[in-house]
């Protein structure tokens, strides 16, 4: 039984170690969701909370057209946004962003970084 609990202590570990260093990482690589997508990693500075400046933020860019999917983080003062570059540009995501109002709050967008994304390959 005390070998049981062991391994899966050890198992938990490794699988929280690998997704922590998979964070860190500069190189991001995600799959790609429409043959034309963009997905772009922005810092957002100026959020005050996840439930209204996150989550507001998100749902404004996701009721855009060209916006595939929107992922926005409080915790972590960023956006990994995927959008068809064909329909809508980087600077009009941008824009959603900037121009999101909830209360007084203002947001900036510092960085802007563009992610790769690769086609799995079949085994």
């Known amino acids: 039984m ?4 062991l391994i899966l202590f050890v ?13 860190e990482g ?5 799959e790609d969701l429409v043959s ?10 100026g959020m005050a909370c996840q439930e209204g400046c996150a989550d507001k933020i998100s749902s404004n860019l ?12 409080f915790k972590n003062k960023s956006g990994l946004i995927t959008f068809d ?8 995501v941008k824009t959603i962003i ?3 109002k909830v209360k007084d709050y203002v ?4 960085s802007t970084k563009t992610i790769t994304a690769v086609t799995p390959k079949n085994n």
Do not use: C, P, R
């Not at 005390?2 to 609990?5: D, E, L, S, T, V």
């Open 2 to 5: 005390k070998f049981k609990i």
């Open 11 to 23: 198992s938990i570990f490794t699988l929280t170690t690998q997704v922590s260093l998979a964070q």
């Open 26 to 30: 500069e190189t991001i690589i995600v």
């Open 36 to 45: 034309d997508s963009s997905t772009i990693l922005l810092t957002i500075e």
């Open 62 to 73: 996701m009721e855009s057209e060209g916006v595939v999917s929107s992922d926005i983080s």
């Open 85 to 92: 570059h064909n329909i809508i540009t980087l600077e009009e």
């Open 98 to 100: 900037t121009d999101t």
């Open 107 to 110: 947001y900036t967008i510092t």
